[in-house]
């Protein structure tokens, strides 16, 4: 074996970027493993535009040194707060220069295996290299968890993908496109198939496609008292699940679960209204079955109204979502995945993010059941990475000595971090006069 940490961060999306920010500054050892901004780089159509809003679209960092805003003002971009959408483009390059400029130790390795060895972890990754970590924090995102319907897993990737195989339309080109979903991302692809030149044809199992609504800038003051602004929506309880994630956790287990599941369902962002208008779309249909038939494949469909639909296309694209399952984490070994205690195969947390195998955390969309909806989002990392990282330095014996004076002033403006107490890097709680300010774009 070589080399040891005492912690790694398995993944280098916002969660673990993040997180290995707020570390780096507490002078934690720590070693970082994954490709940076993998999921938006490589699993997401280029063209697309991020739902969240600029200030809710950023990485983060104990001095809020590089912001989507501040990256954007550096590169001369266009940048708003509210009503612009941020270009999945813009948001990669700027994940990309803060982990140049914030997490410079990065390895662009993958994880193979992961085990348990006494009181320490062993991990392999894909150049050979094993080496052993006192704490280990999975910040995996969402591609282990693709979510396939059963009806077309069994077909061959020629023929059926996920919509997260897909970062280039261009191959399509020409040919007859069947998208099924009803969220974001299927509206997003069938609209970025069309302009790349693809008949497309979107099929559904709701019986209306939800399509947010522009938001009225400057807000009306009783859109703001009714409706103040979180970073995964306007509403009051949006803003709870935002500001109260720890709130959230001491929620008895069913209605968390009730809440995830049903919170925030699929929709497209209101910037694709106008332009999802030139796609065809069939809604209220639930996939039967589907078959390959000379050469191409045939979907059949059960209606609503209890008839039956077929579709038949070159290639179809099932923008089905995710649903995290901790049994597919096949980088795991058996024995620690068995040791994980889990509600519907998505780990139990403690409040500091850690399983209930001692020194294992899980950060991102996986802690979703645990802390609520806003672990679906970017936004998330915001409360994830200080908590985490306030915990893990504690564990090791350490205090930071505050050796970021020199901007925490701005940071305080800006950011919402301020000194508390001994550790000088909590998240502040949202002041009561700030629900009834709207950021301006």
């Excluded at 009051?236 to 049903?262: C, G, N, Q």
Aim: charged share 20%; hydrophobic share 40%.
């Amino acid at each position: 074996m070589k080399g040891a940490t005492d912690v790694a961060i398995i993944g280098a999306g916002p969660y673990g970027l993040s997180l290995a920010a707020y570390l780096r500054a507490r002078k934690v050892d720590f070693r970082i493993v994954g490709t940076p901004m993998q999921l938006w780089r490589d699993h997401m159509p280029k063209g697309m535009h991020l739902k969240s809003d600029g200030f809710a679209s950023n990485l983060y960092d104990p001095n809020g040194e590089l912001t989507l805003a501040h990256y954007c003002a550096e590169q001369n971009l266009p940048y708003a707060d509210l009503g612009l959408p941020v270009p999945l483009e813009t948001f990669c390059a700027y994940g990309l220069a803060f982990q140049q400029r914030l997490v410079p130790q990065l390895e662009t390795k993958k994880l193979v295996s992961l085990r348990r060895n006494a009181d320490r972890f062993q991990l392999a990754l894909d150049n050979g290299e094993v080496f052993s970590a006192r704490k280990v924090v999975l910040a995996l995102g969402i591609d282990y968890f693709r979510h396939m319907p059963p009806e077309l897993a069994e077909l061959p990737n020629q023929f059926v993908t996920h919509s997260s195989a897909h970062s280039a339309l261009d191959r399509f080109r020409n040919r007859d496109v069947l998208v099924i979903g009803a969220g974001a991302s299927a509206v997003d692809i069938a609209v970025l198939l069309h302009d790349a030149g693809a008949r497309v044809q979107l099929v559904a199992r709701r019986r209306e496609m939800e399509i947010h609504t522009k938001m009225q800038l400057p807000r009306p003051i009783l859109d703001r008292l009714c409706n103040p602004i979180s970073g995964i929506g306007p509403s009051w309880r949006s803003r709870l699940f935002t500001d109260a994630p720890l709130a959230f956790h001491y929620l008895p287990e069913a209605k968390r679960l009730r809440i995830v599941k049903h919170y925030l369902g699929p929709a497209a962002g209101w910037f694709m209204r106008e332009r999802f208008a030139a796609v065809p779309a069939a809604t209220g249909c639930a996939l039967a079955a589907a078959t390959l038939e000379g050469g191409r494949v045939r979907a059949d469909f059960a209606t609503a109204d209890g008839g039956h639909r077929r579709f038949i296309a070159d290639h179809i694209i099932a923008a089905t979502g995710y649903r995290v399952d901790m049994r597919r984490l096949s980088c795991v070994s058996d024995d620690l995945r068995d040791a994980m205690r889990s509600v519907e195969h998505t780990p139990i947390l403690s409040a500091n993010f850690e399983t209930s195998v001692p020194g294992l955390y899980v950060i991102g969309p996986a802690a979703a059941n645990a802390f609520g909806p806003v672990m679906r989002f970017a936004f998330g990392a915001r409360t994830t990475a200080p908590r985490v990282s306030r915990h893990l330095s504690r564990s090791f014996g350490r205090r930071l000595v505050a050796p970021f004076a020199n901007k925490r002033r701005q940071a305080q403006s800006e950011h919402g971090f301020t000194g508390a107490g001994r550790d000088q890097l909590e998240v502040a709680p949202v002041r009561p006069h700030n629900l009834l300010r709207d950021r301006k774009p």
